[in-house]
């Protein structure tokens, strides 16, 4: 498991680490969520990790980023019970693409 305070330094560990799933949030300074989905569905290392997006906002480019990333893409907005986010992880890690 790794931690980042932002995109940039979410894709550095990703590089390194090649995770089996990331939770993000959709606003990060550097670079927001809709960036760094960008930056994951443009690689093909990343493309098919499952992605958990979080946010306290509207999700006015929620169908954009679904475009990218496909049906491996989930969103769930804050506040929410953990409970909430471990079923959605256990979903998209039990659903290979």
């Known amino acids: 498991m790794a931690e980042a ?7 550095e560990h990703i590089q390194k ?3 089996d799933a990331i939770v993000t949030d959709m606003d ?3 670079m927001d969520g809709r960036d760094f989905c960008r930056y994951l569905a443009g ?3 990343t493309r098919n990790l499952p992605v958990v997006l979080m946010s306290g906002r509207s999700w006015d480019c929620l169908e954009e ?3 990218l990333l496909g049906p491996r893409c989930e ?6 019970p953990i409970s ?6 256990r ?4 659903n290979p693409p």
């Open 84 to 89: 909430h986010l471990v079923a959605t992880l």
């Open 17 to 19: 680490i090649c995770p």
């Open 43 to 45: 690689d093909v290392r």
């Open 28 to 30: 990060m300074p550097v």
């Open 65 to 67: 980023v679904r475009r």
């Open 91 to 94: 979903r998209l890690l039990q």
């Open 5 to 11: 305070s932002h995109g940039r330094e979410a894709l």
């Open 75 to 80: 969103a769930v907005s804050k506040p929410f």
